[in-house]
């Protein structure tokens, strides 16, 4: 199991600690100190879903310039996550090949 995180996140470690409570040892990828590579980025992407990844709703994403918004494709959506961790919605947890993205009920069902 390996999650990418953010170390400020509350969400991340609320999920880190139920994650650890429940008796596993995730390995821990922290986004902004750690980076992520941008095939790692891809392949994240590619199993979960642009929309799903792609956290457009973050101050990071408010704070790009209009023309790095616009005609967003999977490459450009690669390349703005690779060079900016932090549109990476949180916390991504990958499990036996399987990548849920958030910490929602749904995926604390499946993962805990």
């Known amino acids: 199991m390996r999650i990418w995180h953010l170390k400020t996140c509350d969400t991340c470690r609320k999920a880190i600690k139920a994650l650890q409570g ?7 990828i922290d986004v902004r100190a750690d980076g992520v590579d941008s095939a790692t980025v891809e392949r994240l992407m590619v199993a979960a879903g642009r929309e799903k990844l792609l956290n457009t709703r973050s101050t990071t994403w408010r704070g790009l310039d209009d023309a790095e918004r616009v005609d967003l494709d999977d ?35 499946v993962v805990l």
Request: proline fraction near 7%; glycine fraction near 8%; avoid cysteine.
């Open 22 to 28: 429940a008796g596993h040892e995730p390995e821990l």
């Open 75 to 109: 490459a450009k959506a690669v390349a703005l996550m690779f060079a900016h961790p932090t549109l990476i919605k949180r916390p991504v947890i990958e499990v036996d090949g399987t990548v849920y993205v958030g910490w929602t009920k749904d995926v604390q069902a």
